[in-house]
């Protein structure tokens, strides 16, 4: 059997991957704005995550 996933649990993971990816440039930098950028996406990125999980969870309980 395999595990659906949503579009927020995608998007999620994405933007956690992309935030990393940013905050990893902003240190390389020394660009603080873009590394404390990343941080804020890698954070909307596991609300957004755990958003679809929640979805999922309720999608087949029911």
């Known amino acids: ?10 998007a999620g993971v994405a933007k956690q991957v992309k935030g990393s990816i940013k905050q990893a440039a902003g240190k390389a930098t020394g660009n ?7 941080m804020a996406d ?19 309980a029911l």
């Open 1 to 10: 059997m395999r595990k659906m996933v949503n579009k927020d649990q995608v």
């Open 42 to 60: 890698k954070a909307t990125g596991k609300v957004q995550k755990a958003y679809g999980d929640v979805k999922d969870k309720i999608k087949k």
């Open 32 to 38: 603080r704005r873009t590394q404390a950028e990343g």
